[in-house]
T-cell receptor, first 111, second 107 residues
Framework: DSGVTQTPKHLITATGQRVTLRCSPR?????VYWYQQSLDQGLQFLIQ???????AKGNILERFSAQQFPDLHSELNLSSLELGDSALYFC??????????FGPGTRLTVL | GIQVEQSPPDLILQEGANSTLRCNFS?????LQWFHQNPWGQLINLFY???GTKQNGRLSATTVATERYSLLYISSSQTTDSGVYFC?????????FGDGTTLTVKP
């Protein structure tokens, strides 16, 4: 158990809908990262937050947004969902260094 | 951005065999990690190794930062070692993962 929690574990929704994925980092970690893992794209970095501020941005679509709250948990919002958004979404956290610890992931299925 | 290449893409071993997985990266990095993704999808930290050599049981890793590569050694492989092995580097706050090496260990 990495200490990073993600909810929900599974999510099934329809095209055009909006969902929110939640992540709680390890105790004491200030950085949160979001990743998308799909079959044809591998593990893609989406965005990083550090202590509530956006720190780095990857290939995150405009339909996706994220935030980190004062209690350091983070949410990833996915809107206007398309079939191609079906993937495993991971959250990771790290302390002062780069070493990242991953949560169990949320499997999103868009029908 | 930094390119990360892993080789081989696939590896099939008999239980008890040894293997070496390679990760090449295109530019200097301050941070490098190795992960194992098990068949249930869980990503497990193996090593945080921006440089030097580390060992943990049957696994060891070496990163030669000046030559831009890292190696993961698995000795006396077991069926539970099966899965995908990823290396990841930090590129100005953005994490870049290689495409992984899929390891299958047969009993």
């Amino acid at each position: 158990d990495s200490g990073v929690t993600q909810t929900p574990k599974h999510l099934i929704t329809a095209t055009g809908q909006r969902v929110t994925l939640r992540c709680s980092p390890r105790s004491g970690d200030l950085s949160v990262y979001w990743y998308q893992q799909s079959l044809d794209q591998g593990l893609q970095f989406l965005i990083q937050y550090y202590n509530g501020e956006e720190r780095a941005k990857g290939n995150i679509l405009e339909r996706f947004s994220a935030q980190q709250f004062p209690d350091l948990h983070s949410e990833l919002n996915l809107s206007s969902l398309e079939l191609g958004d079906s993937a495993l979404y991971f959250c990771a956290s790290s302390g002062l260094g780069f070493e990242q610890f991953f949560g169990p992931g949320t499997r999103l299925t868009v029908l | 951005g930094i390119q990360v290449e892993q080789s081989p893409p696939d590896l099939i071993l008999q239980e008890g065999a040894n293997s070496t997985l390679r990760c090449n990266f295109s530019d200097s990095v301050n941070n490098l990690q190795w992960f194992h993704q098990n068949p249930w999808g869980q990503l497990i930290n193996l090593f945080y190794i921006p440089s030097g050599t580390k060992q943990n049981g049957r696994l060891s890793a070496t990163t030669v930062a000046t030559e831009r590569y890292s190696l993961l050694y698995i000795s006396s492989s077991q069926t539970t070692d099966s899965g995908v092995y990823f290396c990841a580097v930090d590129d100005a706050g953005k994490s870049t993962f290689g495409d992984g090496t899929t390891l299958t260990v047969k009993p």
